[in-house]
């Protein structure tokens, strides 16, 4: 039979509160069932955040400095081959319910094309279901059997709150939230899956924001562990950035119907908010168990590599903050698990796996199970040999992220970015240290071992300045080591076009 992908991409799934971990917080049956039959990695990092240049990286299988979309509404440049191009190159069909927060290349086209109104699903994917930026297909879909929903997504958040109900209720009715209504397009197409080879690319777009759960999930979760008091100061005092982001960062990234910043918001707001979060773990869990079950179905199991990873990390009231923006990693680093139906993956199934991997691995893994080999643009390594138990003495032994803040600024804030161009860092962790850079502010510098919770900059310790040196030295190499590479296999000769690209 042909070989196929499931592909359960999530919304904002914390790195700590990993399916597969025993996590004591939220049960994720469907998901631990997942881990069983494949391997959890526990060192695993988005490129970036948000979900554009996260959701870049893993379709392109490159860095942020070499695609470039550094936001969620700057373009994709036109002839970047991403993962959808390559399947269908091959005779694959990709097949997308839910998005990919995608803007096309404007060059040659029409400025007020309806495909510049919003991130939406990049082209060339066969749209199953989409989850439109606005979400006013799910809207229209759920009032359409009967629910009392506002037109507007977040606008019926935010009315059912200020109408009296607890911040972490949905106003969203049972049966008609919006991830059942993703999962079920999904159950539909397994149910009827085509014999040729395929590929389905199943968004769910929670547990982002509302926060604010189905009374049954938050009847299964346990009040989130309460927050150590907040040193405003201290946590400012880290760096510039990290002042900036707890002053401008609304509490409404957290749920529509707040107000003021989120670093101001009442600890019983908080606690509700973080409980909420973990309802909407368990959201996610129930609908993934109801797509897994019509995979069994479908008879296509031993024959479909299951991909489950969110997109990027939540701060979860953590240092004050909600939402993605933030200098530390649970903003980037994310759950990853990968079910390999194959006797060849028996080495790690049900284990975990302890290397640092990264989105950019991704593409080159998909396009690996399906034979094909990854192009030249690729940054990333395909996972499946660690899967199958090979412990390559060179595999990658740091992560790089990178996160821009321009949308932030209002002008030029000196000792942090004096150009919108300078508003950004990029960053190089291992197993013990953070390291950050800014083209012009100060560095960071973490000591994970130490300080898990991210909370003292040791960068201007001259105790520390060794480290700083050899982490920028390696952030220095890792650069030019990882140049855009798409045409720098290719050679033009007297035949004609020669090598790879």
């Not at 959701?55 to 070499?66: D, E, K, P, T």
């Not at 973990?278 to 299951?306: F, N, Y």
């Not at 300045?465 to 045409?487: E, G, Q, S």
Request: glycine share 8%; with cysteine.
């Amino acid at each position: 039979m042909a070989r196929n992908v499931l592909l359960i991409m999530v919304d904002q799934w914390r790195w700590d509160l990993s399916p597969g971990l025993g996590n004591p917080l939220v049960a994720t049956p469907a998901l631990d069932r997942l881990a069983a039959r494949g391997a959890v990695f526990t060192r695993h990092f988005a490129q970036s955040a948000p979900c554009g240049p996260a959701r870049a990286s893993f379709a392109s299988g490159q860095y942020v400095f070499n695609h470039r979309v550094f936001a969620n509404p700057v373009p994709m440049a036109a002839g970047r081959r991403l993962l959808q191009h390559h399947l269908r190159t091959a005779g694959i069909t990709p097949y997308m319910i839910g998005y990919t927060t995608a803007v096309p290349d404007p060059r040659g086209r029409d400025p007020q094309d309806p495909v510049f109104h919003g991130p939406s699903v990049a082209e060339g994917w066969q749209i199953l279901r989409e989850m439109d930026e606005d979400k006013a297909r799910y809207t229209a879909w759920a009032r359409g059997q009967g629910a009392d929903l506002d037109p507007d997504y977040d606008a019926g958040f935010a009315h059912h709150l200020r109408a009296g109900a607890p911040v972490e209720t949905s106003p969203q009715p049972d049966g008609l939230h919006d991830s059942r209504w993703l999962a079920d397009a999904a159950v539909a197409f397994l149910d009827n899956a085509p014999e040729r080879p395929w590929l389905l690319h199943l968004g769910f777009y929670r547990p982002h924001p509302p926060l604010a759960a189905l009374a049954r999930h938050l009847a299964r979760v346990p009040d989130a562990p309460l927050l150590p008091p907040i040193d405003a100061a201290a946590e400012d005092a880290i760096h510039p950035l990290a002042a900036l982001f707890r002053r401008v960062v609304p509490a409404s990234i957290a749920h529509p119907g707040l107000d003021g910043p989120a670093s101001a918001l009442p600890a019983a707001t908080v606690a509700a908010l973080r409980k909420a979060y973990l309802a909407l773990l368990a959201e996610v869990d129930d609908e993934v168990g109801r797509v897994l079950a019509a995979l069994e179905r479908s008879g296509r199991s031993q024959d479909t590599l299951v991909v489950f990873m969110s997109d990027h990390g939540e701060q979860w009231g953590e240092h004050g903050l909600f939402g993605k923006r933030a200098i530390h990693q649970a903003s980037f680093r994310v759950p990853l698990i990968i079910a390999d139906p194959r006797p060849g993956a028996d080495p790690t199934r049900g284990g975990r796996i302890h290397a640092i991997t990264e989105h950019v691995d991704l593409l080159p893994t998909l396009l690996d199970w399906f034979g094909i080999a990854a192009p030249p643009q690729c940054d990333g390594r395909s996972l499946l040999g660690l899967i199958a138990g090979d412990r390559s003495s060179d595999w990658r032994d740091a992560a790089v992220y990178e996160h821009d803040f321009r949308d932030k600024l209002t002008g030029p804030v000196p000792g942090l970015a004096r150009s919108p161009h300078e508003a950004q860092f990029t960053a190089i962790q291992d197993e013990r240290w953070a390291y950050l850079h800014f083209p012009d502010a100060d560095p960071v510098l973490f000591d994970l071992e130490a300080d898990p919770g991210q909370t003292r900059n040791l960068a201007a310790d001259p105790a520390f300045t060794p480290v700083v040196h050899r982490m920028m030295r390696r952030l220095l190499d890792h650069r030019i080591r990882h140049a855009d590479r798409t045409l720098s296999e290719a050679r033009a000769a007297p035949g004609g076009m020669i090598g790879r690209w």
